[in-house]
């Protein structure tokens, strides 16, 4: 069954172009000297990126291979105006982040509800000859033409804002924690990858306060290599402020797994390390009071993030009997709004580097149409030339 969660689209862009301005002399019998009247062209239609929160996932653009605004229409006789072509906006739920399909650069990042970025702008539209009548010249048989379109196939990733993204391997208790701490409902099952989309919980806390917490699907030692689902999904750890890695506690080497896991983010994005980071030990419940010392002991040493180091913040709890869940959120909450944990931002010189065999594996070939000729937009009324292709119209 085909998964309505979709985090990854490719589209090919086209804005419109401008409408040519008109060359035409007004000649009537009560007007024999009308002169030019050559109206302007209307300008092309925008692709316009639109945050909106009603969205979730970017399904409603999986089957969107085009995506083409209107061109503006040609100014007419008369000093007619041409009609502009409509902007296309294009709807995508916050946290989408654009890339140029071709360079891997970073374009631009849709971060709130309502936010409107201009993707691709349309066309200014040609001015008519009646711009250009002057008293030294006062008949002009030129016109501007409108300026050509843009084209971009973009590439659009969906990145979950969430406030905690949990990591861990498979069935560490991740979808079980966030079911017990909120009203999401992922699936829950005794065996390996039963969560195979993201999914988000918002958190309850003291005083009608909140936070949001991400459980991507499991992540398993050689994922860098492509093994198991985890990789895929680890985009949507970069936008957290707080990591929290759940280890189960009747692991036969709680430290060893925590490291596998910072050297599968290592070689995914080594700016996944800079964050903040709390452990909790889950399934707790298996283990007695003596033995939990023991392990809070033994992983003491753990530093919370590579640059600035200190103590990690080490909870033991367990999902299903609701032990020291209040502890761990107390925990979360403080680390969450200490100073040295800000929310990362996607910066200008971002690219698709580290998610090369992702995209080998989704990106769909899509068949350009031949571009347009460019075509010179005169801004300068020294430089404008003849034009011996517009059309030449007079009335008797």
């Known amino acids: 069954m085909e998964s309505n969660f979709v985090d990854y689209v490719k589209i090919l862009c086209r804005s419109g172009k401008g409408g040519r301005g008109s060359m035409h002399l007004r000649h009537v019998k009560y007007n024999p000297n009308g002169g030019p009247d050559g109206g302007d062209g209307g300008k092309g239609g925008s692709i316009i990126l639109r945050g909106n929160h009603n969205y979730w996932t970017l399904l409603h653009l999986k089957y969107?291979?085009?995506?083409?605004?209107?061109?503006?229409?040609?100014?007419?006789?008369?000093?007619?105006?041409?009609?502009?072509?409509?902007?296309?906006?294009?709807?995508?739920?916050?946290?989408?982040?654009?890339?140029?399909?071709?360079?891997?650069?970073?374009?631009?990042?849709?971060?709130?509800?309502?936010?409107?970025?201009?993707?691709?702008?349309?066309?200014?539209?040609?001015?008519?000859?009646?711009?250009?009548?002057?008293?030294?010249?006062?008949?002009?048989?030129?016109?501007?033409?409108?300026?050509?379109?843009?084209?971009?196939?973009?590439?659009?990733?969906?990145?979950?804002?969430?406030?905690?993204?949990?990591?861990?391997?498979?069935?560490?208790?991740?979808?079980?924690?966030?079911?017990?701490?909120?009203?999401?409902?992922?699936?829950?099952?005794?065996?390996?990858?039963?969560?195979?989309?993201?999914?988000?919980?918002?958190?309850?806390?003291?005083?009608?306060?909140?936070?949001?917490?991400?459980?991507?699907?499991?992540?398993?030692?050689?994922?860098?290599?492509?093994?198991?689902?985890g990789l895929r999904f680890l985009r949507h750890i970069e936008r957290n402020s707080l990591l929290l890695f759940m280890v189960p506690g009747d692991t036969d080497d709680i430290r060893r797994e925590y490291h596998i896991l910072l050297d599968e983010l290592r070689k995914f994005n080594p700016e996944l390390l800079q964050k903040q980071r709390v452990l909790a030990v889950t399934k707790c419940d298996l283990l007695d009071d003596e033995l939990m010392e023991m392990l809070r002991e033994e992983l003491s040493s753990l530093s919370c993030t590579e640059e600035t180091g200190g103590e990690l913040p080490i909870v033991f709890i367990s999902a299903v009997t609701g032990y020291h869940l209040d502890e761990l959120k107390d925990v979360l909450w403080r680390e969450l709004n200490s100073e040295s944990n800000k929310l990362q931002t996607i910066q200008a010189d971002d690219r698709l580097v580290h998610r090369d065999k992702d995209m080998l594996r989704f990106a769909e070939e899509l068949t350009a149409e031949d571009a347009d000729d460019d075509i010179t937009f005169i801004d300068d009324e020294d430089e404008i030339e003849d034009l011996d292709d517009f059309e030449y119209d007079e009335e008797g």
Not at 142 to 155: F, H, L, N, R, W
């Open 64 to 229: 969107e291979r085009h995506i083409f605004a209107e061109h503006g229409g040609n100014g007419g006789k008369d000093k007619c105006h041409g009609t502009d072509g409509k902007d296309v906006y294009i709807d995508v739920p916050p946290g989408t982040v654009v890339y140029n399909a071709e360079t891997g650069k970073f374009v631009c990042d849709v971060a709130y509800d309502g936010q409107e970025i201009v993707l691709l702008k349309g066309g200014r539209g040609g001015l008519g000859n009646f711009q250009f009548r002057s008293a030294t010249n006062q008949a002009p048989r030129y016109a501007q033409p409108g300026e050509p379109m843009q084209e971009m196939t973009v590439i659009m990733e969906l990145k979950l804002l969430a406030d905690v993204g949990l990591v861990g391997f498979p069935n560490a208790g991740k979808s079980t924690l966030v079911s017990a701490l909120s009203n999401a409902r992922p699936k829950i099952a005794n065996y390996p990858f039963t969560t195979m989309e993201p999914s988000l919980g918002i958190v309850g806390y003291r005083d009608n306060k909140s936070f949001v917490m991400a459980d991507i699907p499991g992540i398993i030692e050689g994922a860098a290599e492509g093994r198991g689902l």
